[in-house]
């Protein structure tokens, strides 16, 4: 079977420093991978690279076994497919939660607000902010932004989400309400990449986690092999220093 988005010799260098070097990863449809690792390590940058954000310097990426990584190709219909939520929000301060929802689909399907509202009503509802919809960003809690965020990057109906660190600029006690939404998100079968910190989250949700070591993937496989029984000096020293 294909996996749903391929990644095979990856390399992407800034300047002089390679940060990515060499990762070959498959993820399948409605599997949830988590990338851990120190800072550094590559996570992010791997993440750029799966929806284009970041061109590939070497190797290729396949979406559905199309190659997306293509020179030349137009990335905005690959972003459309795979969406991604940073760690900062980036909400439009001058706009409600539901303006920031609405316009990257009414500017790029060209949905009216009329048709968008019923369908963001339905997706705040489910994600505890059916009250919150015309409330501006500075009116709302670093919790409940980031899902503003997620519904944002939801509301483009992409095929695959990705998540970079997106609980790392939360006070504790909001960590959980943005977990949340993602055991959601994969008890609905979204395909998932997450670089996260949350190792408690990794364990119990992922499907396959992967360590990253200064831009290799040094270990990957299903959560209980790898945080009970790493094979790798490297990841049981991280682990040790993690868990």
């Not at 270990?219 to 868990?243: H, I, M, S, W, Y």
Request: net charge negative; with cysteine; charged share 25%.
């Amino acid at each position: 079977m294909t996996a749903k988005l391929s990644l095979r010799g990856v390399r992407k260098r800034f300047g002089e420093v390679e940060v990515c070097k060499g990762i070959d990863l498959d993820v399948d449809e409605g599997e949830m991978v988590c990338l851990i690792g120190a800072s550094g390590s590559g996570k992010s940058t791997l993440l750029r690279c799966m929806n284009l954000l970041e061109p590939v310097d070497d190797g290729v990426i396949l979406l559905d076994g199309q190659d997306i990584s293509e020179p030349g190709l137009d990335p905005q219909p690959v972003r459309q497919k795979i969406g991604i939520v940073f760690q900062s929000y980036n909400l439009f301060p001058h706009m409600s939660a539901a303006e920031n929802v609405m316009l990257a689909p009414r500017r790029v399907y060209g949905q009216s607000r009329e048709e968008l509202r019923p369908k963001l009503a339905e997706m705040f509802g489910r994600f505890g902010l059916g009250d919150r919809m015309d409330h501006y960003p500075d009116q709302l809690s670093g919790g409940q932004q980031q899902r503003v965020a997620i519904i944002r990057a939801l509301a483009m109906a992409p095929q695959i989400m990705l998540f970079d660190e997106i609980t790392s600029a939360l006070d504790p006690e909001l960590v959980g309400e943005v977990l949340d939404v993602l055991r959601d998100l994969r008890g609905q079968g979204m395909t998932m990449v997450l670089a996260t910190h949350e190792m408690g989250f990794a364990r119990e949700l992922a499907d396959k986690v992967c360590f990253l070591d200064a831009g290799r993937i040094l270990e990957q496989g299903p959560p209980d092999a790898l945080f009970n029984a790493p094979r790798e000096d490297r990841t049981k020293a991280f682990l040790a220093r993690v868990l």
